[in-house]
């Protein structure tokens, strides 16, 4: 059975930075993809950013060139750096692994809340 631990997040300014966490067990971690999801206030659940197997990453329009997906395979955690962000990016954030077609499976974890604020 999948597990998911997500952590890291928090309140932060706009124009701050936050690291997210990952921790993933129930898989073998170096044979899944993983990827980062989020549902604002109000909002469906979407995807933010994508790592594969090999390290392909692809994000969401609204978060390139400020967010950054990497994994760790050692440690079994996919992490998600946030930066430069924006009153809009706060949500609930999830992680999930990832089949060879880069869909999503197994439960989804508690999330960790993002917000940004002055």
């Known amino acids: 059975q999948v597990q998911l631990v997500e952590s890291g997040g928090g309140l932060v300014q706009p124009g701050g930075s936050q690291r997210l966490s990952c921790a993933v067990s129930g898989v073998i971690f170096n044979t899944v993809g993983m990827g980062w999801y989020r549902q604002g206030p109000g909002k469906q659940r979407e995807m933010v950013a994508q790592i594969a197997r090999g390290g392909t990453t692809t994000y969401a329009d609204s978060v390139k060139g400020r967010f950054t997906i990497s994994r760790d395979n050692a440690k079994n955690t996919a992490y998600l750096q946030m930066n430069i962000l924006k009153p809009e990016d706060t949500a609930v954030y999830y992680c999930?692994?990832?089949?060879?077609?880069?869909?999503?499976?197994?439960?989804w974890g508690q999330g960790t809340q993002v917000t940004v604020s002055s």
């Open positions: 999930s692994p990832l089949n060879y077609r880069g869909d999503r499976f197994g439960p």
